[in-house]
């Protein structure tokens, strides 16, 4: 008898429970589905929120007013969590002016989907393996990027040049460090 009892409880509360589901879904389905595709897009490191970490490459990038023009580049390429990686990685940033200074209509272009492997490996030539500052880099002949190509490093006086750009400050990250530039690294291909 006991057993039965337990056994038209158990089946009472999931009838409730099932019905209570019911209605909150019925409620609530283009919310839930739209929410649904947002969590399946934005997935991976880059989408935890963290207040009390040093700030990583990309919410440096993403705080800065000058590289909106950046940041839009990086969400299109799909490469926000390749930015937040433990690193370390130096991220050579240019300016929203210097991809002002590109031909008219190549940002428009390469931020289509259709050439969103294109503008990453255009990404992947900003980014290099090490935390160096500005002053040690005046100690290599060149830096090996992501996108595989190697940059040159050029010293003028104190100003560096990494693959043709000149870094103009420098901001340290948790996970490595932005050397802000004033020109897009093409790749050499």
Do not use: R
């Amino acid at each position: 008898m006991k057993t039965i009892l337990k056994m038209l409880f158990v089946s009472s509360a999931l009838l409730v429970f099932a019905a209570c589901k019911n209605e909150t879904a019925t409620g609530t389905s283009v919310e839930s589905s739209t929410k649904s595709d947002v969590q399946t897009k934005n997935q991976g490191q880059a989408f935890i929120e963290d207040d009390e970490s040093e700030p990583n490459l990309l919410q440096i990038a993403i705080g800065s007013p000058d590289h909106t023009t950046l940041v839009a580049a990086v969400q299109a390429a799909g490469l926000e969590n390749s930015l937040v990686n433990a690193g370390p990685l130096m991220v050579f940033a240019p300016t929203n002016a210097a991809f002002d200074a590109l031909p008219p209509g190549t940002v428009e272009e390469l931020l289509k989907p259709e050439n969103k492997e294109k503008l990453a490996y255009i990404l992947k030539n900003h980014v290099t393996p090490g935390n160096y500052s500005k002053d040690f880099l005046k100690k290599f002949k060149k830096v090996g990027q992501a996108s595989g190509e190697d940059a040159a490093v050029e010293v003028k006086g104190e100003d560096v040049y990494v693959g043709g750009a000149k870094i103009l400050a420098s901001v340290p990250a948790g996970n490595g460090i932005v050397h802000v530039v004033d020109k897009v690294i093409l790749p050499a291909n």
